[in-house]
Every structure is written in C-alpha cells, then in structure tokens.
Nanobody
Framework: VQLQASGGGLVQPGGSLRLSCVASGNIFSIDTMGWYRQDPGKQRELVAVIKSGGRTEYADSVKGRFTISGDDEKNTVYVQMDSLKPEDTAVYYC???????????????WGKGTQVTVSS
C-alpha cells in the first residue's frame, strides 16, 4: 500500500491550504485515514482523522480551523486548513489503517510527508 500526499507549501498567517492523500495498492477497506504532523525534535502528533462511517477526530489545537473529509470510492482523504498559524508549521504525514484483500486485521501505513510552512 502506498500513500501519496500533495498540497503542502508556504502560506501567510491567516491563509489556507488543502492537503490531499490517495491510498493505492492492496486495499480491501480503510478503517481510519488522516493526518499527523511533526516538528523537528518533537513527537509526531495527531492532526485529524476520519474513520469508516464518517466519524472524525481532531487535535484541540486545530478544531474549528481544519476540516477533514474523505472519498471512500477514491481511497482519498482531504484536510482543509484555514486560519493557519505559524505554530501549524510542520511536516504533515498521511496515515491509513488498511485491511488488505485476504487480511484479517489492519496495518498502519504512512506517507512520506509534506512540508507546511506558515510564515509572513
């Protein structure tokens, strides 16, 4: 399974970005898909995830500013990031918990990461 992310970049404080991530490969179902982020020297932290059935979970720091959505048919997840702050600067990693065809349990997969920089 491969996760291909896109949409990172440089934006001014108060601006917006939209990240996308597509999962491909041996996929029967995706139980959870979403985004984590990591600053150098810090632990990777949850940003937002969406679970099968549509339930979403957000970090407190992004609630009200970020919106996660998914397209099950395309195995794709999006996060719309509005009102961006300098503290949102990090490498953002796509994550998916994938059950492959013939598997009995899910496996965690990570994308390569995309840089988001919020700076004037």
């Amino acid at each position: 399974v491969q996760l291909q992310a896109s949409g990172g970049g440089l934006v001014q404080p108060g601006g917006s970005l939209r990240l996308s991530c597509v999962a491909s490969g041996n996929i029967f179902s995706i139980d959870t898909m979403g985004w984590y982020r990591q600053d150098p020297g810090k632990q990777r932290e949850l940003v937002a995830v969406i679970k099968s059935g549509g339930r979403t979970e957000y970090a407190d720091s992004v609630k009200g500013r970020f919106t996660i959505s998914g397209d099950d048919e395309k195995n794709t997840v999006y996060v719309q990031m509005d009102s961006l702050k300098p503290e949102d600067t990090a490498v953002y990693y796509c994550y998916a918990d994938v059950v492959g065809v013939g598997d009995h349990y899910g496996t965690d997969y990570w994308g390569k990461g995309t840089q988001v920089t919020v700076s004037s």
